[in-house]
């Protein structure tokens, strides 16, 4: 493995090479160090970054081609004395995990990576560096979840959250001041797929307060197709739930860091508060990893065809894949690809309802990044959190289809929304059967109806 033997190998095993750090708490006391030490910045990457997704060195005992699962919650120790050996516990550490967090490292080009158990689970470490009347800077367009839990945090934890547009640099200009602690940036964001520009806003936000932390969730492209750390970011985040792992069998949370004291911090959160990613699932979320390059290859294929199949039909399609997104540059800017999300408003709630309820291919779900296509529509779904006050404030449609594009064939991926989309531009079955929505003739259905209603008078 790039970046330091594969922990648990009988060279790592005393004194790995992260005992020799000092580490210190959230206040800044000593704390014995943690068990993962820190790879090289880009973890000593040597190969282009779609075959650094699969390639991984082990140095297991037996040479194992999958990274073995360390199922075990505590470790055997040598001594009494509580220390020398890497890991004592898995909540602290485990083998499993410091393997996906080196992995991890390398494709994301941080210094450390750090896994926890779900995306939120990673947002709450990284607010916890917040305190009391501390300022956070963030979008009027954000997940719904991460929406919820900044509210928590103003309502709870003494936190002033300003929502702003973050798609103007110039907004965030006016709002930052020596109190804004962190400026949380989603781009594209989730749902409106809004392009922020990191590097500015970034520089913005460290001339204001050079301590302020600016934290980038990644979630929506991955670090296939996005790198917030090289674009000036101090701590980027994302689902694992999503891209990473690819089949919705998992929920996970990535941190990663460039600087090697905020990571010890977040480590501290982490390990205080027991969110650490199982060994199962970094297993799993390794796993998905390795194929990372070619589902989002055939996605983001799949996901342009169907966005130019609704532009085509008239549709406002938010897709930054698409040069008619107001933003194309700026995101090409900084990102190597364009994702497999994207949204579109039919202008009637009731119409968007029933082209959902019609898909039969596209599952109503929730999540993306996932290998099958889901719909939905987010003020009612991953949006619902936000009421809908705030939702109108914010000019979140009510009527916005997400989509969220998998690796099925396009066609029947694109039939399949075509049916969808008829039935829920037609309001009445008769429309449905002139339209051909259903498996019956305009001639076979006027036969229908005269046998139901000579059935209704008998
Ligand atoms: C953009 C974004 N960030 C973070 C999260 C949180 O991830 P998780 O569901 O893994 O907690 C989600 C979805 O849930 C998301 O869409
Ligand atoms: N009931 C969940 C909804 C999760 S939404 C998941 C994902 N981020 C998405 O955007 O689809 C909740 O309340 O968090």
């Given at each position: 493995m790039s970046g330091g033997s594969f922990p648990g190998s009988s060279k790592d095993k005393v004194n790995g090479a992260g005992k020799a750090l000092t580490t210190h708490d959230l206040d800044g006391h000593d704390l014995p160090p943690s068990p993962a030490p820190s790879t090289p910045r880009n973890g000593g990457r040597k190969y282009a970054l779609a075959t650094e997704l699969v390639y991984t060195e082990s140095n297991d005992q037996y040479n194992a081609a999958s990274v073995p699962i360390y199922q075990s919650a505590t470790f055997k120790q040598t001594s009494a004395s509580g220390g020398g050996m890497e890991y004592d516990y898995t909540r602290s550490g485990n083998p499993t995990r410091t393997h996906l967090e080196r992995h991890l490292a390398k494709i994301m080009n941080a210094e450390r990576a750090l896994v926890v158990s779900s995306g939120m689970g990673a947002l709450d470490v990284i607010t916890r560096l917040l305190r009391p009347g501390d300022e956070v800077v963030t979008g009027d367009d954000l997940y719904g979840g991460t929406n919820r839990l900044l509210k928590y945090l103003s309502t709870h934890g003494g936190i002033v959250v300003h929502h702003v547009d973050t798609t103007d640099p110039e907004t965030i200009r006016g709002v930052v001041n020596n109190k804004t602690a962190m400026v949380l940036l989603e781009t594209p964001t989730n749902p409106l797929i809004k392009i922020v520009d990191i590097p500015s806003i970034a520089s913005i936000a460290h001339a204001a307060n050079p301590a302020a932390v600016v934290a980038v969730d990644n979630t929506m492209l991955s670090p296939l197709l996005q790198n917030p750390l090289d674009l000036g970011a101090d701590v980027v985040y994302e689902s694992g739930t999503k891209y990473l792992s690819g089949h919705h069998d998992l929920m996970a949370g990535v941190i990663a860091i460039n600087d090697s004291a905020l990571g010890e911090k977040l480590y501290f959160t982490i390990n205080a508060s027991g969110c650490g990613l199982s060994p199962f699932d970094s297993w799993l979320l390794l796993r998905g990893i390795k194929t990372l390059g070619v589902r989002m290859e055939k996605q983001q294929a799949n996901a342009m065809r169907i966005a130019t199949f609704l532009e085509s039909h008239g549709f406002k399609v938010r897709y930054?894949?698409?040069?008619?997104?107001?933003q194309y540059d700026l995101h090409w800017s900084m990102a190597r690809g364009a994702g497999a999300v994207l949204s579109f408003e039919t202008g009637d709630v009731n119409v968007s309802e029933r082209i959902v309820e019609s898909a039969r291919l596209w599952a109503i779900s929730v999540s993306f990044g996932c290998v099958n296509s889901l719909i939905s529509m987010p003020c009612r779904m991953s949006h619902a959190s936000i009421d809908a006050k705030t939702r109108a404030e914010r000019a979140l449609p009510e009527d916005i289809i997400r989509l969220c594009v998998g690796i099925e064939d396009p066609e029947d991926l694109i039939d399949d929304l075509s049916r969808a989309v008829r039935i829920g531009a037609v309001n009445n079955v008769e429309q449905l059967v002139q339209a051909g929505?259903?498996?019956?003739?305009p001639e076979g259905f006027q036969a229908l109806k005269i046998n139901d209603s000579a059935e209704a008078s008998s």
């Open positions: 930054p894949g698409l040069k008619s997104h107001p929505a259903v498996n019956i003739t």
